[in-house]
């Protein structure tokens, strides 16, 4: 099982947002290097980004927002959602959800 999962929800329908495609980006010798990708399900769940226990260190989660606004015929100011952080105990499980609308993004640490 991953340590990393996210949970997209669209605050502006008040629902999941499904078939979003997000990807997890690792950071080595200052160079991005992609590890997963995959697309949230119909709970607007990407529950296994990597097959693999990750290490420690500088990670982002991307979300293709601008494809999921427009698949709907909605405007959005922001194309991609990034969430950058960082893993210092890889032993853990990371769950990011993100909070979605058209003109605004959040996100917390969930459990």
């Known amino acids: 099982m991953s340590n990393i999962s ?17 990807w997890l980006e690792h950071e080595q010798d200052g ?6 990708e995959s697309q949230t399900d119909a709970d607007g769940r990407a529950r296994d ?7 420690a260190g500088h990670y982002r989660l991307a979300a293709d927002l601008g494809a999921y606004f427009t698949r709907d015929l909605r405007e959005t100011l922001y194309a991609t959602a990034i969430i950058d952080f960082v893993i ?3 032993a853990q ?8 609308s058209p003109y ?8």
């Open 31 to 36: 160079l991005w290097r992609t590890l997963a």
């Open 6 to 22: 996210t949970h997209i929800l669209d605050t502006s329908l008040g629902k999941p947002a499904a078939g979003v495609r997000v």
């Open 93 to 100: 499980h990371y769950h990011l959800p993100l909070l979605i």
């Open 88 to 90: 210092q105990d890889a």
């Open 104 to 111: 605004s993004y959040s996100t917390y640490r969930g459990s």
């Open 49 to 55: 980004l990597t097959s693999d226990r990750l290490l």
